[in-house]
């Protein structure tokens, strides 16, 4: 059963930074997409970033392009978030997921196609 838990949330200032860490553990697909998502209060999920497969690429949210970076240490079965410039469109519950097919362009950010989502770690941004 795969299983994912995020950590780093944590308040920060505008224009600072922040690195979400995601543990992944009971993963045995073969080929699989991993992505954050993220949501605020009263708002719907949204995707902020996808690795669409093992070895494919990486698509990224128009409002997160260029400030943040996904990665990956396999050695480790982490993955991370790497979050610069934050600003107050930001805060939000972030969720580390994963799904046993891969994503394409189109619908990466589709929040339902992922059965395997971590509890959540909460970012907030505030001076």
């Known amino acids: 059963q795969v299983q994912l838990m995020e950590s780093g949330g944590a308040l920060v200032q505008p224009g600072g930074s922040l690195r979400l860490s995601c543990e992944v553990s009971g993963n045995s697909y073969h080929d699989y997409a991993v992505a954050w998502f993220r949501q605020a209060p009263g708002r719907e999920r949204e995707g902020v970033v996808c690795?669409?497969?093992?070895?494919?690429?990486?698509y990224y949210a128009d409002f997160v392009l260029g400030r943040f970076t996904l990665s990956m240490d396999n050695s480790k079965n982490m993955v991370y978030l790497q979050m610069n410039n934050l600003t107050p469109e930001d805060p939000a519950v972030y969720y580390c997921?994963?799904?046993?097919?891969?994503?394409?362009?189109?619908?990466?950010?589709?929040?339902?196609?992922?059965?395997?989502w971590g509890q959540g770690t909460q970012v907030t941004v505030s001076s």
């Open positions: 690795m669409g497969s093992t070895d494919g690429p990486t």
């Open positions: 997921v994963l799904d046993g097919f891969s994503r394409n362009g189109y619908d990466w950010d589709d929040a339902d196609q992922y059965d395997h």
